[in-house]
């Protein structure tokens, strides 16, 4: 067998991890065989006749990476995003043609709908953070923008000098408390006023605020490394942390970050600003630019409460990534974002509790839906999908093994199983409303990642697709990369390796 080093594939760890790229099928579900795996055994061999290691669809497409060459999708860095390559070859493969509508509930920095407009097709797409909507706005006018007015508006800003007197400071919240340099907190909100206040026209507008929103991270003491936050060692958090481990007699923190010399905000703004310009005219140059028959429609809210309301029948196609099982807290991660966005606590913490369940914080939304289709006038829908996420045989092996290794103490964190059963709880309504929506024939295409908690493991991709198959939809592939994702070295040391699937899984109605 083969061995290969591998770059672990998750969106969001850079770890190198070694393991066996011919072993993409998983035969020991659980570490030890501690607990039941029956089930998710009958599930790895129901699907995988229809499951294809491909080597189409690679870590780069189906991550930032691509994206951050690409054109018009590097003015919002988002690093949880799919490349704009990997939507073109999905809408080839799903034969989405110009004039068709394709929708997107979990639609991040826009991919799917950019694309889509490039190709002529009208877009739905639905996210929860604000950033989403300042993204797509300031993308898809690429056509729009007028050079020579972005030119003064680049001489605009580099005039702008806040004065002595200007004293507001950005909006903050515990997690970002002592983020910014105090210049660069008074700048962030000057900046943003003198922006919206000129009479520039609104596109030009929109894309100075991308900028200087796509700015915060560079300029503050923080940057985004997987699933944290990390601080630059000048920062106010590092320094009053470390003075209190040394007066308390313990080790000052081991990683430090240092990311030299920050740039002030204008300087940051500006340099955005004119790469923006540059692919702006390069684009208006070279590419078919979208025609202004073709719709974006975007809404900043829950897929959850959403796609309920979309008519039946409507959508030629579905292309998304949902957020993954894997703890990871968006709310966390872009903290600089939405405290700028004038977010406080509360709302932020309504916010993490409104993601579709992927934190160790979420807590269940079952009740919250119950009473939403109750209202809606969908009782009937909401006992459907609970029925079928009751008597699925591997998501209640999943649970009550979870539920053993927990009282063996393996579970670090006891958000963990509320997490992943609210995790698919969720997705089976979304997978229930997408059946509805789309057009007979229309395919499904879902990006995710497989994960495994304390030794179980948990197909995501043959999980879903059954859940899909029990509402209706017909599994047609289920494509999984060649390269594998490792574990974390915790698991890997408690319970060995198990290699991960990463997955794009392909339904029709
Ligand atoms: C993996 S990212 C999608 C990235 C996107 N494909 C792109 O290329 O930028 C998942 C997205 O789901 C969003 N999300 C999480 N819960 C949601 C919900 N209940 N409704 C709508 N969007 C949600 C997150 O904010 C995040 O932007």
């Not at 639609?107 to 909507?133: C, H, K, W, Y």
């Not at 050079?147 to 515990?174: A, C, G, W």
């Not at 039946?312 to 196609?317: Q, T």
């Amino acid at each position: 067998m083969q061995s290969v080093i591998a770059k672990q594939l998750t969106l969001f760890d850079t770890e190198t991890s070694e393991f066996d790229s011919t072993n993409w099928c998983v035969n020991q579900f659980s570490a030890d065989l501690l607990c039941a795996e029956n089930a998710r055994q009958n599930l790895e061999k129901k699907y995988l006749p229809i499951t294809e290691v491909t080597s189409d669809f690679n870590r780069q497409s189906v991550s930032y990476q691509l994206s951050k060459n690409n054109r018009l999708h590097r003015w919002l860095k988002y690093k949880e995003g799919f490349s704009a390559d990997l939507v073109e070859q999905l809408m080839d493969e799903m034969n989405i043609g110009r004039g068709s509508t394709v929708l997107d509930p979990f639609l991040g920095s826009g991919t799917t709908a950019l694309v889509a407009q490039m190709r002529g097709i009208n877009s739905i797409g639905f996210d929860i953070l604000p950033m989403s909507e300042i993204a797509i706005y300031a993308k898809t006018k690429v056509a729009l923008y007028n050079i020579s007015e972005l030119k003064n508006f680049v001489s605009f800003v580099s005039m702008l000098n806040r004065p002595i007197e200007y004293k507001k400071r950005v909006n903050t919240i515990n997690v970002t408390n002592g983020a910014y340099s105090e210049e660069t907190e008074c700048d962030i909100p000057y900046f943003t006023e003198m922006i919206k206040g000129s009479e520039f026209s609104q596109e030009a507008k929109g894309l100075g605020l991308l900028c200087l929103l796509n700015s915060l991270e560079r300029v503050s003491y923080t940057a985004k490394d997987g699933q944290y936050l990390r601080w630059d060692e000048r920062s106010t958090k590092v320094i009053e942390a470390t003075r209190s481990r040394l007066a308390t007699g313990r080790k000052p923190f081991k990683v430090i970050l240092n990311k030299g010399e920050l740039p002030t905000l204008k300087k940051a703004i500006l340099e955005q600003l004119n790469q923006a310009i540059e692919d702006i005219s390069y684009l208006q140059r070279s590419s078919p630019l979208p025609s202004n028959d073709t719709s974006v429609d975007f809404k900043q809210s829950s897929s959850l409460i959403e796609l309920p309301l979309l008519p039946e029948n409507s959508i030629d196609g579905v292309i998304t990534s949902p957020p993954y099982c894997n703890r990871y807290d968006y709310t966390r991660i872009y903290a600089l974002e939405l405290a700028y966005l004038g977010m406080g606590e509360n709302e932020i913490r309504k916010t993490r509790q409104n993601l579709l369940s992927c934190t160790v914080e979420s807590k269940t939304k079952l009740d919250y839906l119950q009473s939403y289709y109750n209202t809606i006038g969908s009782t009937d829908s909401y006992n459907s999908v609970l029925s079928i996420i009751k008597n699925n045989a591997a998501l209640n092996e999943i649970l009550v093994a979870l539920e053993i290794r927990n009282q063996r103490g393996d579970i670090n964190n006891k958000g963990v199983i509320p997490m992943v059963k609210g995790y698919f709880e969720e997705l089976a309504f979304i997978y229930y409303e997408l059946f509805r929506v789309c057009k007979k024939g229309a395919k499904v295409a879902f990006v995710n990642d497989n994960v495994r908690y304390a030794g179980e493991v948990i197909s995501v991709d043959f999980l879903s697709t059954e859940l899909a198959e029990q509402i209706g939809f017909t599994p047609i592939k289920v494509y999984t990369l060649k390269q594998q994702k490792g574990n974390s070295s915790q698991q890997m040391a408690k319970f060995g390796r198990v290699a991960l699937r990463k997955s794009i899984t392909i339904w029709e109605k």
